[in-house]
């Protein structure tokens, strides 16, 4: 059986609902650009989710080097273009409201920081693997205060790799000083996150917060839980574990 000593984690919607969060965001802008110029604040609202959503899911690696600050202002744009409205200046604005708004939203799941502390206690060491942007994620670390609990992190466009790439996977384990062998590797999407670690040789954890379905023909995760608090008792720590497959 193994025995881990390392366990690396997703970001968002693992250990914060960061789906709540940016579409509430989303939501207030929309809701207050409405009040101003007397248009459909939930078509704003879904229209700007699209965007995001479908910028998130194609990215790769041809885009990190790109800011993110001017693609989200981007994004900004095609939705209020969608919803009739082109002032030059509501782009920029919108993308900043968002963000303050998004800020102040940020807040752990439940259960998080205890795993997270629980974790170091049995001396296991801690990496976070992300594919934020460095100029938004490192704030959004530092907002949550879980920093300081992490060995070392890696966000795509300081290592320029995505998830699912195995390399990052194997890279994270590298630098901690492990091996695939001896780490987990805990996220909410599949693809993103289990697959590329299973192909790595990691121990994978689904934390399934969406209620998805394992996609067809594709290998199953370690352990599958529903929340962050469940991923201690399926974790192979001291050679003892429970599955949740």
């Known amino acids: 059986m193994r025995r881990l000593d390392t366990v690396l984690f997703d970001l968002d919607d693992t250990l914060h609902d960061d789906t709540a969060c940016y579409r509430g965001a989303a939501e207030q802008v929309a809701q207050e650009i409405a009040a101003a110029h007397a248009i459909d604040a939930l078509a704003l609202k879904a229209a700007y989710v699209m965007e995001a959503e479908s910028f998130w899911q194609r990215l790769s690696g041809d885009v990190l080097k790109t800011k993110l600050a001017p693609l989200r202002e981007e994004m900004w744009r095609n939705a209020l273009s969608s919803v009739g409205l082109d002032h030059p200046e509501l782009p920029r604005y919108c993308a900043d409201r968002y963000i303050r708004i998004r800020n102040e939203r940020l807040e752990l799941f439940p259960g998080a920081i205890d795993l997270l502390r629980a974790l170091r206690e ?11 942007f460095s100029e938004t994620h490192r704030e959004k670390i530092e907002l949550l205060r879980i920093g300081s609990l992490f060995d070392a992190i890696f966000i795509a466009d300081e ?14 384990c590298m630098q901690l000083e492990s091996r695939p062998a001896r780490s987990a590797m805990v996220g909410d999407r599949y693809e993103r996150d289990i697959r590329g670690a299973h192909e790595a040789g990691l121990f994978t954890v689904w ?12 290998p199953p995760p370690d352990a599958t839980v529903e929340t962050i608090g469940q991923v201690l008792s399926v974790l192979p720590l001291g050679g003892v574990s429970s599955s949740g497959r």
């Open 159 to 172: 290592v320029g790799m995505v998830k699912p790439d195995p390399l990052l996977f194997a890279h994270a």
């Open 207 to 218: 934390v399934n917060v969406h209620g998805a379905a394992l996609p067809a023909g594709a």
């Open 122 to 132: 049995r001396h296991v060491k801690l990496g976070l693997v992300t594919n934020g």
